[in-house]
């Protein structure tokens, strides 16, 4: 699969569901109303439906989210699409989790071949984090860790850098991932969906974080790769890497490789635009692929150059209407 400005897709992002157990307040509004159950495609269906993608070129798998761990027998999903790295089809499956459920899954996420994670977390401290979380319980997801260690996943933490909230306490946050042997990645707030706070309230550009950093540490540019958006240094005075995620300061959409499906069948070339395809019908019109093989293809030729994030006092709207649980981060 190759788009219109010579791209290659090989990285598919999966959201398996929208719901979540928290409520992320730059993510979600307290009372979001999710997507009714019967809209939701079965777990077979996303097997066939991601089945197709690896058949056309996807390398690189990630389940994600609202939180891919509450989705009923979502283990079920990930051994039926652990078939592909056994028959070295995919090259990666992976996942991104709040981390509330790990502790449960963790064991058997390795037994699937599953080598590493993204958790989120944006703060150490237990009340914070049940501020930004609403809902979330720090020791719940410390717990999950503990237990994603033990099984051998490796584990990139990610937090959302927040003006005001934790932009003091990411050196924290960094010494101690990288003294447990975990990567930590920043992230930029994106304008997706409307959410009860006011994003120019909480946007913090990590062009400014990089360079308070650098007062304290020796960030050292290194091209390691995880075939994501992050741009990664090495810090020296922990041995540890972090990574940026900027798509306010730095847009990193020219060497997208990346399309993203919805829980509903919904595939989305951006995740900074509308424009969709709906992969559902043509599925369920027929028994054979050709149908989907087709409206994928026809997507692909719309994949657009990139997003237009903007997040400022005088643009009130966000830039997509829906929210990051809907396409998953
Ligand atoms: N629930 C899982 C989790 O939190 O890791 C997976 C889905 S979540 C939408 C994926 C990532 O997107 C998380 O790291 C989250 O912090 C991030 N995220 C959510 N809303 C965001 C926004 N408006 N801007 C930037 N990142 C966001
Ligand atoms: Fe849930 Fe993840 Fe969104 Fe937080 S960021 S509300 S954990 S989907």
Not at 169 to 196: F, K, Q, S
Not at 273 to 279: F, K, N, R, T, V
């Amino acid at each position: 699969m190759i788009d219109p400005f010579g791209r290659r897709i090989s990285y598919l992002r999966v959201s398996v569901t929208d719901r979540c157990d928290f409520r992320c307040t730059y993510c979600m509004a307290e009372d979001m109303t999710f997507l009714p159950k019967r809209d939701l495609l079965s777990l077979e269906e996303l097997d066939r439906l991601t089945t197709v993608f690896v058949e056309k070129g996807v390398r690189k798998l990630r389940l994600t989210g609202g939180e891919p761990l509450v989705r009923k027998n979502i283990m079920h999903l990930v051994r039926q699409i652990s078939r592909h790295l056994k028959s070295g089809a995919l090259d990666e499956l992976t996942i991104t989790t709040n981390g509330s459920q790990l502790a449960k899954h963790a064991a058997e996420l390795a037994d699937c071949g599953v080598k590493r994670i993204n958790v989120s977390i944006d703060t150490l401290d237990p009340a914070k984090f049940r501020a930004i979380t609403r809902w979330g319980n720090v020791e719940q997801v410390m717990a999950g860790l503990d237990a994603a260690q033990a099984a051998g996943l490796k584990i990139k933490l990610n937090a959302v850098a927040l003006k005001n909230f934790n932009d003091q306490e990411i050196p924290d946050l960094m010494r101690w991932a990288h003294g447990r042997g975990m990567d930590l990645t920043v992230i930029e707030t994106m304008p997706m969906g409307e959410i009860d706070a006011d994003r120019t309230d909480q946007y913090l550009p990590l062009s400014q974080l990089r360079s308070d950093l650098e007062q304290r540490f020796t960030l050292n540019d290194i091209p390691y790769k995880t075939g994501g958006p992050a741009r990664y240094v090495e810090v020296a005075e922990t041995g540890g890497r972090l990574g940026f995620i900027t798509p306010m300061t730095h847009n990193f959409c020219e060497s997208c490789n990346r399309v993203r499906l919805t829980c509903t069948g919904t595939l989305y070339m951006c995740l900074g635009q509308e424009d969709a395809a709906d992969l559902r019908t043509p599925m369920r019109a027929s028994e054979g692929n050709e149908l989907l093989a087709q409206a994928i293809d026809e997507a692909i030729t719309r994949k657009p150059k990139g997003h237009d994030f903007i997040i400022d006092r005088t643009t009130r709207r966000p830039a997509v209407s829906r929210h990051m649980s809907v396409t998953g981060g």
